[in-house]
């Protein structure tokens, strides 16, 4: 059992030429007692973005604050707070921040996926 705070979670910055301004937190995973699956939370400041990829596994998203775009198989798809996405696996996909404010949200994927 695990009850926490996305405030007191360890945040890990992620910035290299693929991955601009994105934060991530690990909610809940095998060290939380969920085997198979891991949910992360990130967080994108203003420019933020993760690259364009495509992998073996697919992920759910779930947004939680601010504006973003999910480029999905070729389209753009925009995301706002409430917005829901599953991202099926080998599709080409990327997020990036849409607006001024950071674009939260919460990615679940199967706990090899949490690379």
Request: aromatic residues 10%; proline residues 6%.
């Amino acid at each position: 059992m695990n009850v926490s705070h996305r405030d007191i979670i360890e945040k890990k910055k992620l910035d290299n030429p693929a991955v601009h301004n994105v934060t991530k937190q690990v909610l809940v995973g095998p060290d939380q007692g969920w085997e198979d699956y891991v949910m992360r939370m990130f967080t994108l400041d203003k420019g933020g973005y993760a690259p364009r990829h495509s992998h073996g596994w697919q992920h759910i998203l779930y947004i939680v604050e601010g504006k973003g775009t999910l480029f999905m198989d070729g389209e753009d798809h925009p995301l706002t707070p409430g917005s829901t996405a599953y991202v099926p696996g080998g599709i080409e996909h990327q997020i990036l921040n849409a607006g001024d404010e950071n674009f939260v949200f919460i990615c679940i994927v199967p706990k090899y996926g949490d690379t």
